[in-house]
Structure formats: structure tokens, C-alpha cells
């Protein structure tokens, strides 16, 4: 956590440390190498320890309204099915979409630190059935089941730097702290051989507060 904490007060310092540019920075051909009025960018996270794209991200939009200004849309998708037997088989479907606003500082030439807030906004549904029971609301049949299903939003604070090294091509890197809060839904497990026989678990809310950092290095393209 401190070290997510001290890259997070870094890029803070290195954004407001950067004064607002009148003109996009262009290279030695008249190329601009950052992303202008007009620009709209997508990017995917790279996870480098495991070489996975997408682990556990988003896909990314921006449109850039004006001269260092972008609304930002994050959306990401998740559905899982395993079999355990004949009969018997967990599944899982989610789907998060966070928009957000992005404020862009000069940096230099190729460098690009920005501040911005997000709105993340997420669902989940599990489900497991096996021959002797079917659970609704998550994986297993107690209250502490797994991949619970639930419904989240969350409000986050972050700051980061995008780098092109080349005309449009850029990677970055982005930290962050969110307040979330979380509503678990119940858990009901009825039981095939007892059609009366049924256990109910309660949901509950909760509510977390930590910071976070982008999974690997971002790599994106405007266009």
C-alpha cells in the first residue's frame, strides 16, 4: 500500500508541477506525437509478469473535448463456466463500466501527466448447480460463498502519465485511491432431493476505502 501511496504523490507532483500548453508539442516532421482536440484513443492494459492482455482491466476510451480535456469510458466484461461433473457446473457473468473526466498537463514533448475522477459501476451474478443442490447468489451453499453476486459503485481520485513513444502511440502507467460502496445479494441454496428444504443466507453492504494502480502497462493509439 505505501508504495502505491508514494507512485500515487508522484504523478500528482509531476501533474501539477506541468503548466497548461496553448499548442500540442509536435516532432522534427510537424507531427503532433500527443493526442489533440478531436482525438479519441482506446487502450488495453498489459499484464508483463504473465503476459496477459486484459488481466483483470478494462478496455479504455477517451475523447478529447478540448485542448487537455478527455472524458474517459472504461467498460470490461467477465463470464466464467466450469464443470465439475455430469450434473454439476458453477457460472459467473459480470460487467463493470466506469466513466470518468481526465485534466491533461504540458510534460514535455512526448511526456503527458493528467489528473481525473471516475465513476465505476459494476454487476455480478454467480450460480451453482450439482446433483444435490442448486445456489443462487454465489458459489457454494453457505454465507460465505464465493464470487458473490453483488452490485458495486464507487467514486476514485487518480492521477497518471501517458508517454508516446511514437507520433499517436503512447504507453502509461496510473494510481489511484476509491471510495466503494458494495451491496452482496442473498444467497439461496435449494436442495433437489427436499423441495421444502430451503437455506437462505442475507446480504449485506459494505463499504471500502484503498488505493489501486494499473495492472502492468497501458498501451493505447489515437486516432
Known amino acids: 500500500m505505501k508504495t502505491k501511496l508514494l507512485a500515487l504523490f508522484?504523478?500528482?507532483?509531476?501533474?501539477f508541477a506541468a503548466?497548461?500548453?496553448d499548442s500540442p508539442p509536435v516532432n522534427s516532421s510537424g507531427k503532433t506525437f500527443k493526442s489533440t482536440k478531436g482525438d479519441i484513443t482506446t487502450e488495453v492494459a498489459v499484464n508483463l509478469e504473465h503476459y496477459i492482455f486484459l488481466n483483470g482491466s478494462?478496455?479504455?476510451l477517451r475523447k478529447f473535448y478540448?485542448?487537455?480535456?478527455?472524458l474517459r469510458l472504461g467498460?470490461?466484461?467477465?463470464?466464467?463456466?466450469?464443470?465439475l461433473g455430469v450434473d454439476a457446473y458453477q457460472t459467473s457473468i459480470?460487467?463493470?463500466i466506469t466513466p470518468g473526466i481526465e485534466k491533461h498537463f504540458a510534460g514535455t514533448n512526448r511526456l503527458s501527466p493528467y489528473i481525473g475522477a471516475e465513476l465505476?459501476?459494476?454487476?455480478w451474478s454467480s450460480k451453482e448447480e450439482t446433483e444435490d443442490y442448486m445456489t443462487k447468489g454465489g458459489w457454494g451453499s453457505t454465507a460465505y460463498a464465493a464470487n458473490r453476486s453483488n452490485f458495486n459503485v464507487g467514486l476514485n481520485g487518480l492521477a497518471g502519465v501517458d508517454y508516446y513513444f511514437a507520433s499517436r502511440f503512447y504507453a502509461g502507467f496510473e494510481v489511484g485511491v476509491g471510495l466503494q460502496y458494495r451491496k452482496n445479494k442473498d444467497v439461496v441454496t435449494t436442495y433437489k432431493n427436499d423441495s421444502n428444504h430451503m437455506i437462505e443466507h442475507k446480504g449485506y453492504h459494505s463499504i471500502s476505502f484503498s488505493p489501486f494502480s494499473t495492472r502492468g502497462i497501458r498501451l493505447g493509439f489515437a486516432f
Not at 467498460?75 to 464443470?83: F, G
Not at 465505476?120 to 454487476?123: A, K, N, T, V
Request: charged fraction near 25%; glycine fraction near 10%; charge should be neutral.
Open 10 to 15: 508522484c504523478c500528482l507532483a509531476a501533474a
Open 19 to 21: 503548466q497548461a500548453q
Open 66 to 70: 478540448e485542448e487537455g480535456k478527455a
Open 94 to 96: 459480470g460487467i463493470n
Open 75 to 83: 467498460v470490461r466484461a467477465d463470464y466464467d463456466y466450469n464443470k
Open 58 to 60: 478494462q478496455l479504455k
Open 120 to 123: 465505476p459501476l459494476g454487476y
